[in-house]
């Protein structure tokens, strides 16, 4: 059943006293032509929340999923979109404790699940989805690395269960996903093996990648194994396109396959209609498939994921590939550049 239209103009509306603000937002869910920009009454924080003043916030391929409904979750409508936010504290609300007004500070799970988005001039956080940015930290690298380095997190530490000298393969290793996920997947102690352009070996190398292969070469599979003799015991590709022919022909017995996209699903492009999976060559072997998303993490293991990035931005250990600087008047073509695939690196957009 369609979602009903809110009224044509909001500004004409009778909002009385209550102070309005800029967001990008939809009225219902759809195509990134229905993002308007204009005013919306701006939110107050309830006992458990954050109004926070928003200076910079990135793109994600999911917040199209979101907005066009491809990902389905529970929206307030109108729709703020966008789920990423670095800002400064206005207002804690009544049983908040911990944050000062000023103090500047970022989220990663904001525009789903019920909650509004971030791409707006205010916006309210639940204190527990809320991290202080630690001081001397630049707030656009902060929020540019943090849903890529968060989804490494919950891929090595939440679901694959890395440990230090296991070898791992990261598929799209140039990516967002995949630069965060070598860097991490380096740092922890682990042998990278990664797949990339060659245009890009150099920049997956400086992540921490010790071996790179062309993702584009037909024997992907059979460079693996010469990269990993000793076996992959966690295979990602962060772009989707998982080979899983190489996977069980370069994992150990017992490795894990973790998936976190497909094929066309963050574009508008058409999936891939099937993928061929060695069904006997990975249960004769204990290999684990392992699907999961970053929307259905929990507070928790977000909180896990934000202190890892904290202390590695402090030790300038992750690095931003910021492409775009946009004001929010241009998040609908942002959002119709993410889902035709032209977006390389991180967009961010300012209020
Ligand atoms: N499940 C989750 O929780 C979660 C969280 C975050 C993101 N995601 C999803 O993860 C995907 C990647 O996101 P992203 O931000 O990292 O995108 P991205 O920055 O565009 O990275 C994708 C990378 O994959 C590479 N690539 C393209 N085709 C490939 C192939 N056939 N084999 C190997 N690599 C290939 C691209 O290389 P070129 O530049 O050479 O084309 C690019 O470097 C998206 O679908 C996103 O929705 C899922």
Redo the contacts with the bound molecule.
Sequence with gaps: MPEPLLPPSLETQSLGTQSLMTAAYVRRRGAAASIEVGRLPRPSPAANEVLVAVESVAL???DT?VRSGRYRTNLPLPFVVGRDLVGTVVRSGTAVQGFSTGGRVWCNSLGHDGRQGSFAEFAVVPADRLYRLPDGVDPETAIAVA??T??AY??WFVHGGLRPGQTVFV??????????AVTTAALAGARVVA???P??FARCRRAGADAVID??DPALADHLTDRAPEGVDIFW?????T?FAAAAGATVPGARVL?????G???SGTAAATTNVPLAQLYTRDISVL???????SVADLAGAAGLINRMLVRNQLHA?ITERLPLEQTASAHEHMEA?T????ILLHP
């Design positions: 994600n391929p999911v999923l849903h890529p968060a989804t919950l891929a598929g799209g290793g140039a990516g967002n996903v995949g630069l965060a797949s990339c352009r245009e890009d993702y584009r590709d962060t772009s989707g396109h080979d998936i976190t996209a497909a094929p699903a963050a574009t699907g999961f998303v970053i929307s259905r993490a590939r695939g977006v390389t690196g991180r």
